[in-house]
């Protein structure tokens, strides 16, 4: 039994020394948790950035082009009458049969343009139409142009029948030019009763049709409408001496400048232009009095930019551009507007070219007011067949690409 009891003893003790002797060689477990990779064989690659090419689109500019024979009428009127006046004189025009001329002119596709753009070439109007440009001699009479108390051209007038059409139909324009004799034929009053026109007084201690006239001028300068020189009291040129021709000229201009200061309205002065219509229609007799009209300067310092001719009737005659051999900025010819004479013009509206527009390139777009590039551009497009020799505006510059060459237009 000891015996049994022995190796039972010694097993015990065998037990002990093993587990105390495995203890010493345990290493504690990791307090962190491990991070595995994840295998490289099922990794998933990152999305490539893709940089788009860039791509160049063309810039283009729209031009305005005149093609043909560039020639257009110019209307002359004088006094507008009421609608039941009878035996009017041939230089009066009813209302109702001015609003008649100018929705026939606007059906056959006509578009009004400026004098000054006319004589300079810069004229342009909506594709499809045809320019033709409109005078009044005898300016500021208040049937051609009285503005009412709300600020507008009254209705019984020829330029608020003028501005009225125009507000219906954008498309035809609005533009007018006035040829003022200072010295007489100036009222833009007569609408009023000569007793309010003469006692009623205004601030300056002024008949109150000197109000009425500074206001008709300063409208007509803020819209569009632009005054000219036709001599102080209407002379004949051919027996005016030409002192007093010299006289005549000056003496309207400063008249005209007087109504302007005294309403605190010198910042107009500097659009006056320099252009004279002969009173009716006669040229001074002599060569010195012909000198005294092309040499005479305004107040300003500018040169005479045309003188205007007139015919009654019997002469009509489409006048020529200043893109045209035949074209005399010291002789421009007009028509005495007539039922007649709106018909001559459609008769003829063939003769006169309708505006085009050309898409001009392709051009780099920084380039696009350049005028040599837009030279260069105009050039490849006519060679291209993309648009046609003639003459270009491009935003107000100007361009005579006819014979084969392109250059930049100089009046």
């Given at each position: 039994m000891f015996s049994k009891n022995r190796n039972s003893i010694v097993a015990i003790l065998l037990l002990t020394l093993?587990?105390?002797?495995?203890?010493?060689?345990?290493?504690p477990a990791a307090t962190t948790t491990p991070t595995f990779a994840a295998p490289t064989d099922t990794a998933v690659p990152p999305t490539p950035t893709v940089t788009p090419t860039a791509t160049d689109v063309p810039y283009y500019v729209d031009a305005t082009v005149w093609t043909g024979?560039?020639?257009?009428?110019?209307?002359?009127?004088?006094?507008?009458?009421?609608?039941?006046?009878?035996?009017?004189?041939?230089?009066?025009?009813r209302f109702k049969d001015f609003e008649k001329h100018l929705q026939q002119l606007y059906d056959n596709g006509f578009s009004l343009v400026p004098l000054s753009s006319w004589l300079d070439g810069t004229f342009i109007v909506p594709e499809g139409r045809k320019p033709f440009v409109l005078t009044i001699d005898d300016f500021w009479r208040s049937d051609q142009i009285y503005v009412d108390d709300d600020g507008t051209p009254s209705p019984y007038s020829g330029i608020g029948i003028l501005w009225r059409?125009?507000?219906?139909?954008?498309?035809f324009g609005f533009a007018a030019s006035g040829f003022s004799n200072m010295g007489d034929k100036f009222f833009s009053d007569t609408l009023l009763p000569a007793e309010q026109r003469y006692i009623r007084v205004s601030a300056d201690n002024s008949p109150i049709w000197r109000d009425r006239l500074s206001a008709a001028m300063?409208?007509?300068?803020?819209?569009?409408?632009?005054?000219?020189?036709?001599?102080?009291?209407?002379?004949?040129?051919?027996?005016?001496?030409?002192?007093?021709?010299?006289?005549?000229l000056a003496e309207n201009d400063r008249v005209t400048r007087f109504y302007l200061t005294r309403v605190g309205r010198e910042d107009l002065i500097p659009t006056l232009g320099n252009i004279i219509a002969l009173p009716f229609g006669i040229w001074p007799a002599t060569p010195s009095g012909v000198q005294v009209l092309k040499n005479y300067k305004n107040p300003e310092g500018l040169p005479v930019a045309a003188i205007m001719e007139a015919y009654n009737l019997d002469a009509?005659?489409?006048?020529?551009?200043v893109f045209s051999e035949d074209f005399d900025r010291f002789k421009i010819n007009r028509i005495t507007a007539s039922d007649s004479m709106i018909q001559f013009i459609i008769d003829h509206k063939e003769e006169i070219p309708s505006a085009l527009t050309c898409r001009v390139g392709p051009i780099e777009e920084e380039k696009a007011n350049d005028q040599q590039a837009l030279r260069a551009a105009i050039a490849a497009s006519i060679t291209s067949g993309n648009c046609p020799e003639g003459v270009y505006n491009i935003n107000g510059v100007v361009f005579d690409a006819r014979g084969g060459t392109v250059e930049i237009f100089q009046p």
């Open positions: 093993l587990i105390s002797g495995c203890a010493k060689n345990i290493v024979e560039i020639n257009a009428p110019i209307l002359i009127y004088h006094y507008f009458g009421r609608d039941n006046e009878e035996d009017i004189p041939t230089t009066w025009t059409f125009s507000q219906e139909h954008p498309d300063v409208w007509a300068l803020e819209n569009g409408i632009t005054p000219y020189n036709h001599l102080f009291t209407h002379p004949k040129l051919d027996i005016t001496m030409p002192q007093d021709i010299q006289y005549q009509a005659t489409l006048t020529p551009s």
